[in-house]
């Protein structure tokens, strides 16, 4: 299917007198791909000289042709430029305009340097051998939850999976120095040593192809640290139990036939979650909302903003937060979950003044406040009402046009979030016939409870 369509790019190209070279890319061009799971990606190359408008027109234009061609249904996509989807026989393609380049320094916008990706891969990652310790990697990978470098799951993108083959040379040893990774692990095949450029990511991976650029930025603390534990665990399996960690995709194995009985029963069963949390003795917010009509690759970053915004609130409003999450379907739906050890406050909270050393601060608050202070070690402080009594009446609060400034919103979240927010009580949203049959879903509610879906 991509030699056909690549082919009918280039012939329509030469037709019309348009200078660009369609080319495979990705984990299929590489012999990478793991089986099922792929898009086709297939970038149409334009020289640097030509200007980016005629760029997105003329290679828009290209790819809805050869959508058409191949009697496929076509999307347009934004990321740093325009891009097209089609779904073509059961396949999704990208086909993606971009400039030709030779090195990063050419680099004129981020999907062009996919290009150097793919030939360096396809330069040295050179034996059927390697590319089969490459597909065990993604696999096991894929089976443990840190594979994608997407947002939403912050794991090790493909390209850092060819990279570390090509570091530790087997699948096998790949986990064998994951095992002893610590904070900070460098990976430079090309010796640039330019690791100091890079302060905060756990795992520092300099692209071989452009050494101020780390590969592993995408990649979390959690998902880092969820792969050590894996690997170790792999390694001290025995050789039995070794491929169950490939079992999932190969058998198409749910998750509820991995477990037993009775593991099914206490973590699946939406009812089984309800006594669970209710046993936690905590108290649980849920917010229901309508997402905007934008790209996957835009919505979590956004939803994940505003929810760690709410988060923070609460904690300055003395409100503890035990766990929180948010949940989304990608399409309509988001959710907003805070797990509250501390919901409800007492009237009163202590107003700390000044220190009694301060003599003109001293005055100053009494001033202010009046003379209801009293003396609490060497401050004078008093006894203040609190405008919010519950973590529900604070967020109804926040989530107003008036007061909504106060936390830090996705920007296409906003109006939505106001007009179509609807508290749930736990209960009631595991019961949620729109949400249960979603097991992604489900996985939150596992997350709170430190269940883990991975080995």
């Known amino acids: 299917m991509a030699k056909d369509a690549i082919s009918y790019i280039n012939k329509i190209a030469k037709e019309e007198d348009i200078n660009v070279e369609a080319k495979l890319v990705g984990s299929i061009a590489k012999g990478t791909w793991l089986s099922g799971s792929s898009d086709i990606d297939i970038f149409i190359n334009f020289s640097l000289e ?5 760029l997105k027109e003329k290679g828009l234009y290209l790819g809805h042709n050869c959508s058409e061609h191949l009697n496929g249904i076509a999307e347009e996509h934004y990321a740093s430029h325009p891009y097209l989807t089609s779904h073509i026989n059961g396949y999704y393609v990208d086909f993606v305009p971009c400039y030709k380049i030779k090195t990063a320094k050419e680099l004129k916008s981020a999907v062009d340097r996919t290009i150097l990706h793919t030939n360096y891969i396809k330069k040295h990652l050179k034996s059927e051998k390697q590319k089969d310790e490459v597909l065990l990697l993604k ?3 894929s089976e443990v939850g840190v594979y994608g470098s997407e947002f939403k799951v912050g794991g090790f993108a493909g390209y850092l999976c060819e990279m570390l083959i090509l570091r530790y040379n087997t699948f096998e040893e790949t986990l064998e120095a994951a095992a002893n990774w610590k ?5 430079d095949l090309e010796d640039y040593k330019t690791d100091k450029l890079f302060k905060d990511p756990p ?3 300099i692209d071989p192809t452009d050494k101020t650029r780390n590969v592993g930025a995408a990649l979390t603390k959690e998902r880092m640290s969820e792969f050590i534990i894996a690997s170790r665990n792999f390694l001290n399996s025995n050789e039995a139990d070794k491929i169950k960690f490939f079992y999932g995709i190969d058998k198409k194995e749910t998750f509820e036939e991995k477990m037993s009985e009775k593991e099914i029963h206490d973590q699946i069963s939406p009812y089984e979650l309800y006594k669970q949390f209710k046993d936690r003795k905590t108290k649980t917010i849920t917010i229901k ?5 934008i790209s996957v690759d835009s919505i979590h970053p956004q939803l994940k903003k505003t929810q760690q915004s709410i988060e923070e609130k609460l904690e300055d409003n003395d409100f503890s937060v035990f766990k929180s999450d948010y949940w989304t379907d990608e399409k309509k739906i988001g959710v907003f979950i805070f797990e ?7 009237k009163y909270y202590i107003h700390e003044g000044p220190r009694v050393w301060d003599k003109k601060a001293c005055e100053n608050f009494i001033k202010s406040h009046g003379e209801d202070y009293y003396i609490l070690e060497d401050k004078l402080v008093l006894n203040k009402e609190r405008q919010f009594k519950t973590a529900k009446n604070f967020i109804k609060s926040v989530l107003t046009k008036e007061n909504i400034h106060i936390i830090k919103v996705g920007k296409n979240m906003k109006g939505l ?3 179509t927010y609807t508290w749930q009580s736990i209960k009631h949203l595991l019961k949620d016939e729109s949400l249960k049959e979603n097991t992604d879903f489900f996985k939150i509610f596992r997350k709170l409870f430190k269940i883990q879906d991975s080995y």
């Open 183 to 187: 904070n900070k692990t460098v990976i």
């Open 417 to 419: 979030l106001i007009d």
């Open 50 to 54: 030509e200007d980016e408008d005629y």
């Open 289 to 293: 909302f309508n997402i905007p009509d």
């Open 340 to 346: 509250l050890s501390v919901y409800k406050q007492s």
């Open 139 to 141: 696999k096991f990978m």
């Open 203 to 205: 795992l520092i991976a």
